[in-house]
Structure formats: structure tokens, C-alpha cells
């Protein structure tokens, strides 16, 4: 009973899904109809994050690719795209592993603007390990006996098949003035999570992605990038998030593909972290920090994360115009 009540608390406490500070790194997991938005014609992007060491690790990874599907159309196109997520946390290793494929069409609205409807069907796949478990059985009746029996759940893994939908705006005067808007649904139909589902039910709550991500030229070598996210999931948990980086071209030939990127963000009520990015050519490395402010302690919840993304153009990138579509 012990063991039962110490899964339920951590599956109600910490059952949201992953989430990046740098959420705009991380495109399939921010809104399926983000597949194919951005000027290119192939994306290969992975995202990692460690924080709350000084309580229990937590450890996320995604790595996802996507590409455009005849972009030369006139009147929209297709695109498809993969991804891998994984979590890791807690004391038992608690281990979230997520497939998903994802698929987009952009309906072209006019010479900038492009409307997105997208779909993405996974397959989820929780476990945790037993035999890190101590319970209350190994207590001797003066003491904790690590010899003694501990409980153990009859089932400790799940895989189960979701589906999440979105729709993404985008309008794009120039390779350095664009702007995404949209909403993602994620768990459509809420499957269930429970590790014995004979016994009981845990409906995976749906989670609602409410973003907008944009850049604007400011001056010749330097473009502003604001990001802002709300996502709310089931009943209590929701965050607002807050992005704002400087990007500085270094170079002066006109391709303006190598930049430094600084920026700050804000995760309401939680947590602030800096930010810093390299753009060379084709390569993009971002890392932040977060510092945590919470009631828990910034000391305890303070972690690194790390993004990569690496795009192919079938053209060159030139001032403007990176593609045949943007």
C-alpha cells in the first residue's frame, strides 16, 4: 500500500508533460503543426535538460527531424517529421519514453503567409524500477531492515497510443522578419496511463500549447526575438513563459549567417534563466540555466539545458530568401 500511494503522489505531482525553458527550440513538442515551419528544407533538431539535483535528477532528451514535402507548390505543401522524447526521474528511474510521427500541410494564404494545420500519433511507453523501492514492510518494528521484503507493484510499466493535433500561423516578409502563431493540443483522447488498468483508470490529462515566436530586424547586424508561451495541463497545472534574445550578425557578407544570440527568460512564479546561442552557417547551439525561485529553492531546482538544431537548404542561403517558400 505504501509503494501504491508513493506512485499515485508522484505520478499526480510530476505527470505534466516535458517541458524546455527554451520551448522554441523544441518545435514538435511545442505544436505538431510546427512540422515544416521554418525556412529550409530539412531540420534535424535535440534538446537536453537536467535539473533538480538536489532533490532527485530529473533528465530529458528529445531528438526530432522533419522536412518539407514538394515545397515548390504554389498552393501549399506537405510536411513529415519524428521524434524521439525521453524523461528520466526520481528515486525508482521513473522513465517516460515517447515516439511520435508528425505530419503538417501549409495552405499558402498569400506571397508571405501560410496557415498549418498539423496531427501527431505517438507511442508512450512508462516504467519504474521495483527493486529501488523501500517501503514500509522493511521496517523490523525498531528500525529499517534493507534485507527484509520490500512491496512490490504488480505491474510496473505502461505503453499506450496517443494523439495530439495544432494549428500554426506563420507570415514571413524576410529571412529576418517572421512571426509563428498558434495553439497545439496534445492527448486528444486522454489515454489511459494507469499501470494496471484492470484495477483503475489515470486518464492522461490533455495539455494546451498557446504560443507566438517571432523576429523582427532592427537594425543592419541586429534582430530582436520574442518568445512568449502559455500552456496549461488538466486542472491545476499551467505556466506562462517569457523569451527575449538579441541576435548579432558577426559576419558582413550578405548571407548574414553567422550571429550570437543573448537572451533572458522568465517562467512565472518558478524560475528566470539566461540564455546565450551561436549561429554558424548551417549550425545553431543554444545553452541556459535555470534558476529556480520557487518555495522548493533555487539550489535545489537550478539546471542546465542545451539545444541544437542543423538545417539543409536545397539552395543557398541568401539575404532574404533561404528557400523557394519563405
Not at 164 to 188: E, F, K, P, T
Amino acid at each position: 500500500m505504501f509503494l501504491c500511494l508513493t506512485v499515485l503522489i508522484y505520478c499526480n505531482g510530476n505527470g505534466q508533460d516535458i517541458h524546455y525553458s527554451q520551448f522554441f527550440n523544441s518545435p514538435l513538442n511545442l505544436n505538431p503543426a510546427l512540422t515544416g515551419a521554418f525556412g529550409g528544407e530539412q531540420r534535424i533538431t535535440a534538446n537536453y535538460k537536467n535539473q533538480w539535483n538536489g532533490l532527485s535528477p530529473y533528465n530529458t532528451f528529445t531528438a526530432a527531424y522533419d522536412r518539407k514535402l514538394s515545397p515548390s507548390d504554389t498552393t501549399g505543401f506537405f510536411s513529415v517529421g519524428g521524434h524521439l522524447n525521453y524523461d528520466k526521474a526520481g528515486d525508482l528511474g521513473f522513465q517516460i519514453i515517447n515516439l511520435g510521427l508528425s505530419a503538417s500541410y501549409a495552405l499558402k494564404l498569400n506571397n508571405i503567409s501560410y496557415l498549418s494545420p498539423g496531427l501527431q500519433v505517438g507511442i508512450n511507453s512508462r516504467n519504474f524500477d521495483n527493486s529501488a523501492a523501500t517501503t514500509a514492510t522493511q521496517f523490523d518494528g525498531e528500525s529499517f531492515d534493507p534485507s527484509l521484503p520490500a512491496e512490490m507493484l504488480p505491474d510496473n510499466s505502461k505503453v499506450f497510443v496517443d494523439v495530439s493535433a495544432g494549428l500554426n500561423y506563420r507570415r514571413q516578409v524576410s529571412y529576418r522578419d517572421y512571426i509563428n502563431a498558434g495553439v497545439g493540443l496534445y492527448h486528444l483522447l486522454s489515454p489511459d496511463q494507469a499501470y494496471n488498468s484492470a484495477q483503475s483508470s489515470a486518464g492522461l490529462d490533455r495539455r494546451l500549447s498557446i504560443y507566438a515566436l517571432g523576429s523582427f530586424s532592427v537594425t543592419n547586424k541586429l534582430d530582436l526575438l520574442p518568445n512568449i508561451l502559455f500552456a496549461k495541463q488538466g486542472s491545476a497545472k499551467q505556466e506562462i513563459v517569457l523569451n527575449g534574445q538579441g541576435k548579432i550578425y558577426l559576419n558582413k557578407n550578405k548571407e548574414r549567417n553567422i550571429a550570437l544570440y543573448l537572451g533572458l527568460g522568465l517562467r512565472l512564479s518558478d524560475a528566470w534563466y539566461p540564455m546565450i546561442a551561436f549561429q554558424y552557417k548551417n549550425y545553431y547551439g543554444s545553452f541556459s540555466y535555470d534558476i529556480t525561485t520557487s518555495e522548493l529553492g533555487s539550489a535545489k531546482g537550478n539546471g542546465p539545458e542545451f539545444a541544437f538544431r542543423y538545417l539543409f537548404y536545397n539552395v543557398p542561403l541568401a539575404p532574404f530568401k533561404p528557400c523557394p517558400i519563405y
